[in-house]
C-alpha cells in the first residue's frame, strides 16, 4: 500500500471518527481527544503491521538462503554421498544380487 492511499485512508476515517463522536458527545475538547487518540492507534496498527511484513519478509529470505546453501553443499558432495537410500538392502533383508 503507497503511503498516499494510507494518508487518504486515515483523513476519511479519522474525519468520520470525529463528525460521529461530535454528534454523541456535543463537546469539541472530547472529540478532538478522541479524534487523536484514534489516530495514535491506527497509527500503532500500521507501524505493528509494517513490521511483520518486513519480519516474515527477512524470515523467508533466511530460509531461502538455507535452501541454497543446502542445495550447494548437496553438489558438492561427492556422488557416492548423494544418495544414501541406494546402499540400503531392500526390505525383506537380503540384496538383490
Known amino acids: ?8 485512508g486515515l483523513i476519511i476515517v479519522l ?3 470525529a ?5 454523541r458527545t456535543g463537546s ?4 478532538i481527544v478522541q479524534t487523536a487518540i484514534c ?8 507501524f505493528v503491521a509494517v513490521m511483520l511484513l518486513v519480519w516474515r519478509s527477512k524470515e523467508s529470505e533466511i530460509t531461502k538462503s538455507h535452501i541454497a546453501r543446502d542445495e550447494s553443499e548437496r553438489e558438492q558432495r561427492p556422488s ?3 544418495n544414501k537410500a541406494d546402499h540400503f538392502p531392500p526390505r525383506g533383508g537380503r540384496s538383490a544380487r
Do not use: E
Not at 500500500?1 to 487518504?8: G, V
Open 1 to 8: 500500500m503507497s503511503y498516499l492511499l494510507f494518508l487518504r
Open 15 to 17: 474525519l468520520a471518527f
Open 19 to 23: 463528525i460521529s463522536t461530535y454528534f
Open 28 to 31: 469539541l475538547w472530547s472529540t
Open 39 to 46: 489516530g495514535i492507534l491506527i497509527q500503532i496498527g500500521y
Open 80 to 82: 557416492h554421498l548423494v
